[in-house]
């Protein structure tokens, strides 16, 4: 091969090379492109966090933006893992823009069947949809003509998109303040002590499930308490494998460790601090224990764990 065929050759083979790398490059680029269009929210399966689909809406001005979103979070999403944001149950009687863009949604009284995680992930779920409309700035619920309220019985009012964070996982969810009523044991090993614990969360993790994981953490992981006079309840390496409320019984499945009871206190101590922890809570008043998903009939060979337990205040001292 003389040295104009290789010259040739070799041009030929960097033009090649040149073009690969730009349409890689521009395939790069449209890959890391991100989506500025809509969506519109729900809820997982399992109602622990919202969820989302990407949509493209037929309507343009704000209002008919409105009524086609709300359309759309009463109908069952493309997505099998997901649920709607509005039940079947539940109708949005009217919506009010007022000119300073604050949606006002008037829901039928059914709304108000639907309380803590729940109602919360399915409020997120609506005013975070709502609020991706340019000339809304804030929504407000009203259930049977009167503004929602919380657990306190204090109107939550407008919710606009600064009450949603960002989170772990990517998702974004409604920011919670809330005072835990926790029972750790005393430093005897066989009381009870209630201590509160204040706590900022979101909504994808329900009340239940944050008051046993800081259980499971110990009275040293909480600010502004004498940790030395309380006592762990919970064994190290407790796993919190599942937790479910149904009418009005927690459900709450561990690992075999939470077997393992630390040896300075009683088993009542053990059992309690979680029965007492979760009734705590208003929509719990029996709690069922099992472990690794079955049914353990006896505690540590001496109390009965089959029956669901409720609240013991016996064996509750006052903190000094």
């Known amino acids: 091969m003389n040295n104009s065929s290789f010259r040739k050759i070799s041009l030929i083979f960097v033009c090649f090379i040149t073009m690969a790398l ?24 399992t109602e622990t966090k919202v969820s989302y689909e990407k949509y493209k809406p037929k309507s343009d001005s704000s209002l008919a933006l409105i009524d086609e979103f709300i359309k759309k979070m009463q109908q069952e999403p493309h997505d099998l893992s997901m649920k709607k944001a509005i039940p079947d149950d539940v109708k949005i009687d009217d919506s009010v823009l007022a000119g300073s863009g604050e949606l006002s949604l008037y829901l039928n009284a059914a709304y108000s069947n639907y309380t ?38 204090e109107t939550i009012g407008l919710m606009t998109s600064d009450l949603f964070i960002d989170n772990t996982d990517g998702e974004k969810s409604y920011k919670q303040q809330a005072t835990l009523n926790i029972y750790f044991a005393d430093s005897s090993g066989t009381s009870l002590i209630k201590e509160p614990v204040k706590i900022q969360y979101d909504a994808t993790l329900p009340l239940e499930e944050l008051a046993v994981r800081q259980l ?3 009275p040293s992981t909480v600010k502004n308490i004498n940790s030395k006079k309380l006592l762990p309840t919970v064994p190290k390496g407790t796993i919190l494998n599942k937790i479910t409320t149904k009418e009005n019984t927690c459900y709450i499945d561990f690992s075999d460790d939470f077997l393992k009871k630390p040896n300075n206190i009683t088993d009542e101590v053990a059992i309690y601090s ?8 208003p929509t719990i008043n029996k709690v069922q224990f099992s472990i690794n998903g079955e049914q353990v009939l006896i505690y540590n060979d001496n109390i009965n764990f089959g029956d669901a337990f409720k609240r013991n205040l016996d064996i509750v001292r006052k903190n000094d």
């Open 22 to 45: 730009i349409l890689t490059g521009c395939k790069s680029k449209k890959s890391k492109e991100t989506y500025n269009g809509y969506y519109i929210f729900g809820i997982n399966a």
């Open 274 to 281: 979680v029965v007492n922890t979760l009734i705590e809570l």
């Open 216 to 218: 499971i953490k110990g």
């Open 116 to 153: 803590g995680t729940a109602e919360i992930l399915r409020r997120a779920a609506i005013v975070k949809t709502l609020c991706q409309i340019p000339d809304v700035k804030a929504v407000e619920f009203y259930v049977a003509g009167q503004p929602l309220t919380n657990s306190k019985m």
